[in-house]
C-alpha cells in the first residue's frame, strides 16, 4: 500500500506563445494548485464533468504527464522526476489495450516477464488475481473472443497482478453497458477490499463514484471543489456547483432574497408572494436584503400544504450559498 499526496499542482500544455513565468489567464492551467492526499490503502474517487482535468490528474500521478509546478509524494518519496516504472503504479486504461496475437495468461504476464520474474513467480501472481476478477476461466482465451466486460475484467487484472502500491483506474466502465456497469462495481470494490492496495477511480459518473469510493474529490475546471465522504459532499456540499453535480435527480437551485420577517427571517422569490421560514441554522449568518441560492433535493419534497410544511422541510434538506454578483 501506499500514501499519495498532491501538493500545490499545476498542469499548463504550453505553446509558443505561452509561458508559466508570465500572469496566466484563467483558463491556461488544466489543473490549477490541486492538493489533497489519499491514505494507506483507501479507495479514492475523482470526479467531475467532462474537461475538468481528472484525467489529466491521474496521468502526472502515473508519470505520463509532466508537472508544471507543485510535487507529488508516495509514501515519503517526492515523484516529479520518476520514471512511470519506477513508481510501483498499476494502471488500467479507459481503453482495454491488450495484446490481441497473446492469450489472457500471456497479456497478465507479459509485464512480470519484462521484470525478469521467473515462471514460477508469474503463476503464482497470476493464480492469486484471475480469481479476484473471474478471469480464471479465460485464461487460454485471447482478446478478440472476450466480451467488453471480460476485456475490462482481464485489464484491471493485469494492472494489480504486479501488485503495486497504487492503482489508478482511468475510467474503467465507461464503454460497458448498466448491467456490467453495476455488477463491475461490485467486483471492484470487492478486489479492493481483497487486495487491500490504495486505489484512485477517475471518471464523470457520480453513481460508480459513490459507490465504491470512500472519499472523493470534486473538480471544476481543474480547481478543487470539495472532499469528502459521499454522504459528506451529499449532506454539506460546500458550494452550488457541488450541490448541482452530486445526486440525481440533481438539487433544484433557487435564486432568493432574505428579508426580516415579524417572527425572523424569511425566503423571498422573484414573481412570487411565496415566503418561507429560514432555518434556524442559518440565522447568524444571514441578513436583510441578502441574495442567496437556495438549494432543496428532490428527494425531500412532498406534496403537502407548502405554507403549514415548507418550513419544517426546509429546515433538514437545503443549503443556502451567498450570491456576490454572477450567480452561485
Not at 483558463?27 to 470526479?47: Q, T
Not at 471480460?150 to 487484472?157: D, E, G, T
Not at 470494490?189 to 490504495?198: A, F, G, L, N, V
Request: proline share 5%; net charge neutral.
Amino acid at each position: 500500500m501506499a500514501q499519495l499526496k498532491l501538493k500545490g499542482v499545476y498542469k499548463r500544455y504550453d505553446n509558443a506563445e505561452r509561458s508559466f513565468f508570465r500572469k496566466a489567464a484563467q483558463n491556461d492551467f488544466a489543473v490549477k494548485n490541486l492538493s489533497f492526499a489519499c491514505e494507506d490503502g483507501e479507495f479514492v474517487g475523482i470526479l467531475g464533468p467532462s474537461g475538468c482535468g481528472k484525467t489529466t490528474t491521474l496521468r502526472m500521478v502515473a508519470g505520463l504527464e509532466e508537472i508544471t509546478a507543485g510535487d507529488i509524494y508516495i509514501g515519503e518519496t517526492r515523484i516529479n522526476d520518476l520514471l512511470p516504472k519506477d513508481r510501483n503504479i498499476g494502471l488500467a486504461f479507459e481503453d482495454y489495450a491488450l495484446y490481441p496475437p497473446l492469450t489472457v495468461y500471456e497479456n497478465l504476464a507479459f509485464n512480470m516477464r519484462a521484470q525478469k520474474k521467473s515462471d514460477a513467480e508469474v503463476k503464482k501472481a497470476i493464480d492469486y488475481v484471475a480469481p479476484l476478477l473471474k478471469v480464471e476461466d479465460l485464461l487460454g482465451m485471447k482478446p478478440p473472443a472476450l466480451s467488453g466486460g471480460q476485456k475490462q475484467r482481464v485489464n484491471i487484472a493485469r494492472a494489480i497482478v504486479r501488485r503495486p502500491g497504487l492503482l489508478l483506474l482511468d475510467e474503467p466502465l465507461s464503454h460497458l453497458d448498466g448491467k456490467m456497469r453495476q455488477q463491475l462495481r461490485h467486483e471492484i470494490k470487492r478486489m479492493h477490499h481483497e487486495i487491500k492496495c490504495t486505489t484512485i477511480i477517475v471518471t464523470h459518473d457520480q453513481m460508480e463514484a459513490m459507490s465504491l469510493a470512500d472519499r472523493i474529490v470534486i473538480m471544476k475546471d481543474g480547481d478543487l471543489q470539495q472532499m469528502g465522504a459521499p454522504i459528506e459532499v451529499y449532506d454539506n456540499p460546500v458550494n452550488a456547483f457541488v450541490a448541482g453535480f452530486i445526486g440525481e435527480p440533481p438539487m433544484n437551485l433557487l435564486s432568493s432574497v432574505i428579508v426580516r420577517g415579524d417572527g425572523g427571517w424569511l425566503f423571498t422569490f422573484p414573481d412570487s408572494d411565496l415566503r418561507v421560514e429560514v432555518p434556524q441554522r442559518y440565522h447568524d449568518v444571514v441578513s436583510d436584503g441578502m441574495r442567496v441560492t437556495l438549494g432543496v433535493r428532490p428527494v425531500d419534497v412532498m406534496v403537502a400544504n407548502i405554507r403549514q410544511r415548507a418550513a419544517r422541510l426546509l429546515s433538514r434538506s437545503t443549503k443556502i450559498w451567498e450570491t456576490r454578483g454572477e450567480s452561485a
